[in-house]
């Protein structure tokens, strides 16, 4: 057992160990990030470019140095094969030439070589020769000046022809190419730096200043915007969809606001009613009739229940939230109603034939509110019948309330939707309600993907509903 728990400490401080730097790259700034990323990716191509550069001219060297060899050679055993050799034999860019007979003799050199002492022994020569490659050799042994590149030929008569060039100069070339790299990449790779680190600073500036802008948007400055830049980039998207997303708060607060003033100003009349009936009631007990305060007392209490239940619906209905999604039969839902609102009303069935079953998708309580919204605001209006229609028509169904009462000027049809509207300032509270009844409607709709709207009815008034039909 303890060793397994030291087992485990360990490995617990190992990955502490390896999380460090991973943590402190987290904490650097973007502006860092970015650069630091980019000049470390630009460091290892510059390094895979340097080594492959390199190779590719060294390579490219080693085979210029073994082609003027193996020319050069072609040409001394094109004149050793015609008797042609001068005595000694003419150095060509400072090309070393031996020429051996059969016994291994030098028989034959350039000025710049041993005449005793052959460049490759015996073995040596016979194996250069069968694979006809060039390689190298050390020729210090020799008393030349670095590696050489030496290749071995075949002639007439047993003749064996060795040409070396010296690679001194190739590899002095190798290594003056390798200290510029080294010198030059540093310097490359902190003036990128250096352009990174303003880059990214010039391009992340416009984020700065919309950080700024937001850092001041606040509670007492609603109506401010962040700054956009002037170039059509990412940037700009980003501050144009920010400032679009402000200006929907800024609605949305400012409808907050409206809706509590306005719930507060109509939660404000039942509640002194009713403060104000049981203030008088409790002066004077002995003079009071309770039943009729109590009945004053729970009319406006229903009212503040409907006002309740009403703005509880709004608040859910602005969510976007609908308690179920299932298939709701139009046709079904006005007969209810129209049986339920029956009693000592002349209610009736709209006199268009339903073509089809005008079933629809979504919350039956919250069409069933809308429905019964809408009877109640004709109801309120009629001067003698209301009338429910529901026909499908086309990809939607239609559901209509019509009332014979004044209507509604058409400037009007559109206010009347808005929260605590009433057009009729004349009528009592306690006929007209809290004016949410209509804005209750249009939210509902709006969330089961409809629309609705008023029309004159000619006399009267129509409400319709068009609601998708469900596939």
Do not use: C
């Not at 540093?186 to 880059?199: H, I, Q």
């Amino acid at each position: 057992m303890p060793a397994a728990a030291e087992g485990r400490r360990l490995a617990r401080g190992t990955v502490a160990v390896l999380a460090r730097p991973v943590v402190w790259w987290r904490r650097q700034s973007l502006r860092f990030r970015v650069t630091a990323a980019a000049t470390a990716v630009l460091a290892l191509a510059l390094a895979a470019s340097a080594y492959v550069f390199v190779a590719v001219l060294g390579e490219a060297l080693v085979r210029g140095i073994d082609d003027q060899v193996y020319q050069r050679g072609r040409e001394i055993v094109a004149l050793s094969d015609a008797n042609r050799l001068s005595d000694p034999v003419v150095s060509v860019d400072n090309t070393i030439v031996q020429v051996l007979d059969r016994d291994g003799r030098i028989v034959d050199a350039t000025p710049n070589t041993d005449r005793l002492v052959p460049l490759l022994p015996a073995r040596a020569r016979e194996a250069a020769v069968r694979s006809g490659a060039p390689r190298f050799l050390d020729g210090r042994p020799y008393a030349l000046p670095g590696p050489l590149r030496v290749r071995a030929l075949s002639a007439d008569r047993g003749v064996t022809v060795i040409v070396a060039r010296s690679f001194a100069e190739v590899e002095s070339s190798l290594v003056t190419t390798g200290h510029v790299l080294l010198v030059g990449m540093p310097l490359l790779l902190a003036l990128l730096a250096a352009a990174s680190w303003l880059v990214v600073g010039r391009t992340l500036r416009p984020i700065a200043l919309l950080r700024r802008g937001a850092a001041e948007v606040g509670a007492s400055a609603r109506s401010r915007r962040l700054p956009v830049p002037q170039a059509r980039d990412e940037v700009h998207a980003l501050a144009t969809t920010l400032n679009d997303m402000l200006g929907r708060l800024e609605e949305a607060d400012a409808r907050q606001r409206a809706l509590v003033s306005d719930a507060a100003h109509e939660l404000r009349s039942p509640l002194a009613s009713i403060r104000l009936q049981l203030e008088v009631a409790l002066s004077h007990p002995e003079g009071q009739d309770w039943k009729e305060t109590a009945e004053g007392v729970l009319e406006d209490t229903l009212r503040l229940s409907r006002l309740a239940e009403d703005l509880l619906a709004l608040a859910r209905l602005d969510e976007g939230r609908l308690g179920r999604r299932e298939p709701v039969d139009l046709a079904e839902l006005a007969r209810r109603t129209a049986e339920r609102y029956g009693l000592g009303l002349d209610l009736a069935p709209s006199a268009s034939p339903v073509v089809a079953r005008p079933v629809v998708l979504g919350d039956a309580l919250d069409l069933r509110r809308v429905l019964a919204n809408l009877v109640d605001n004709a109801l309120r209006h009629a001067a003698s019948a209301v009338r429910i229609g529901v026909r499908a028509e086309g990809s939607a169904a239609e559901l209509t309330v019509t009332d014979d009462g004044p209507g509604i000027p058409a400037e009007d049809r559109e206010r009347v939707f808005d929260r605590f509207t009433r057009l009729d300032d004349a009528r009592s509270r306690d006929d007209g309600g809290a004016g949410l009844g209509l804005a209750i409607v249009r939210t509902t709709v709006e969330a089961h993907g409809g629309t609705v709207h008023l029309e004159d009815a000619s006399p009267g008034l129509r409400a319709v509903v068009r609601l998708p039909l469900a596939r």
